[in-house]
């Protein structure tokens, strides 16, 4: 086997190791608090929300792919609605564009759940996709300030419970804090 090809598979295999690694670690944090809470007429909504990370795809070029968001219902125990709103190639900023972003914040209610997964896009350079990775919540103009004023607060103030789950940036970003 060539260096290349047994180096990209190394890299394709350690990428779907921190991939199921992801998805357990929610699926653990969620299922006890979606017990709790949840009513025995699956009233409950997890909503998530992301990149191509979470999102579904329906093409067949790298069949089967999928992002977290698809398969997270597989690790938890039915007793809700799991709706995955994620879009490929977005930013916490663009996806507040989208018809998506409606449909979260007018679909969210006390005691559902919001599950943010962006990262990635959002240091993009380009009108409407960029967020900086310096400076925290309060700071306008930062990823922190995007997921907290576009996701986190909406969620909040609409009694849902919501949990960032965002990858990391190509860039070196310093840490924020929610």
């Known amino acids: 086997m060539k260096s290349k090809t047994k180096k990209m598979l190394q890299r394709i295999s350690s990428f779907i190791c921190v991939l199921a690694m992801v998805v357990a670690n929610i699926a653990t944090l969620i299922t006890p608090a979606v017990k709790a809470y949840a009513t025995s007429d699956s009233s409950n909504t997890v909503w998530i929300v992301g990149d191509s990370t979470v999102s579904s795809f329906t093409d067949a070029y790298y069949y089967p ?10 690790y938890l125990d039915g007793t809700y609605d799991i709706q995955n709103l994620a879009l490929s190639g977005r930013s916490s900023v663009s996806f ?56 986190i607060k909406p969620a909040n103030e609409k009694g849902c419970y919501s949990n960032s789950v965002y990858t990391y940036s190509k860039k070196n970003y310093r840490r924020f804090i929610l």
């Open 96 to 151: 507040t564009k989208e018809d998506n972003y409606t449909t979260l914040v007018n679909g969210m209610k006390s005691g559902d759940y919001l599950l943010v997964g962006f990262g990635h896009n959002d240091e993009k350079a380009g009108d409407g996709l960029f967020s900086s990775g310096s400076g925290d919540y309060k700071t306008p103009g930062t990823f922190g300030y995007s997921l907290y004023k576009n996701y």
């Open 65 to 74: 792919r999928y992002g977290w968001g698809t398969q997270i219902g597989e």
